[in-house]
């Protein structure tokens, strides 16, 4: 009976960690500072202010160092591009179905897209012993739109047609779509971007802060491993619209032929934090 009564002991020593390790933890994040949309054709610039996410993670412990992760968030992503001068030309009809070359040029222009996209990881992270411990989480995250937008601007536009049958330019009038125009802007929410795949790589050091509380704080990059661009490079910059009255239209620079992009992959790194509570 004691020699019984021993081994009882022993097994529930054994079982003391595996009792009090707890298992589930619920942790709310933000991370930045920068989440850039990525392409090529046209000078693209980054920003430090390009984007901020906001999350709410899960994770289950498979043992005391392992655990699966999954959740959501909310990551904005934005693209800077920028070209000096813009000149460009095509045949078109004017309000009298007179057959014209439309030309024109863009001084300095600018344009900013944004797109936001709900993410839904799935990891795996693995950490050290001990009270304060180093970890790494790994894995793929979906991405899905949730909106796009762009805004674009030019310090300055000015327009001409050519009548090739009767070998004429016309500068002018303004009420016809000629002349200087001076600053122009435009906007629109159709970037029409798709489903993202991300590859995710997290690291840094999870800190206890009070019984059943943590902090995360980390570094981290999620890399686009698809293409979000729909190709729709057919599009004009600048629409000449002749009914019902002379107006312009404008695209997003990505979608046309002067932009000239095959493709747009999404990038966030930075830095992470993260609060919660484990359970």
């Known amino acids: ?3 019984l009564k021993g081994v009882l002991f022993v097994l529930g020593l054994g079982s003391l960690p595996l009792q009090g390790q707890q298992n589930n933890e619920v942790l709310v994040n933000i991370n930045g500072p920068v989440s850039i949309l990525e392409y090529e054709g046209v000078d693209n610039s980054a920003a430090l202010d390009d984007g901020i996410g ?9 043992s005391p160092k392992w655990s699966l992760r999954t959740g959501f968030a909310l990551q904005t992503y934005r693209g800077n591009a920028k070209l000096d001068r813009i000149n460009a030309a095509y045949v078109t009809q004017d309000s009298e179905a007179e057959v ?5 040029q863009f001084t300095n ?9 709900i993410q839904i990881p799935i990891l795996g992270q693995y950490e050290t012993s001990g009270t304060n411990r180093f970890f790494v989480l790994a894995g793929v995250k979906l991405g899905i739109v949730v909106d796009s937008q762009y805004k674009s601007r030019a310090t300055g536009l000015t327009t001409s047609g050519y009548y090739e049958q009767y070998d004429v330019l016309l500068e002018a009038p303004r009420f016809a779509g000629f002349g200087d ?27 206890p802060i009070s019984t059943g509380s943590l902090v995360y704080l980390s570094v981290y990059v999620d890399y686009g491993l698809t293409n979000v661009f729909e190709d729709t490079k057919s599009n004009r910059l600048l629409e000449y619209k002749a009914e019902p009255e ?11 032929q002067v932009g000239n992009v095959d493709e747009i992959k999404t990038l966030s790194l930075g830095f992470k934090l993260k609060y919660g509570f484990s359970f």
Do not use: I
């Open 1 to 3: 009976m004691n020699r």
């Open 54 to 62: 906001f999350g709410l993670e899960y994770g289950y412990y498979l």
């Open 100 to 104: 014209f070359e439309f030309r024109y």
């Open 109 to 117: 222009y600018r344009e900013t897209q944004k797109a936001r996209y």
């Open 181 to 207: 125009f001076g600053s122009y802007s435009w906007e629109a929410d159709e970037l029409d971007l798709k489903t993202n795949v991300m590859l995710s790589l997290e690291t840094g050091l999870k800190l």
């Open 246 to 256: 002379v107006n312009f239209t404008g695209n997003s620079v990505l979608t046309t």
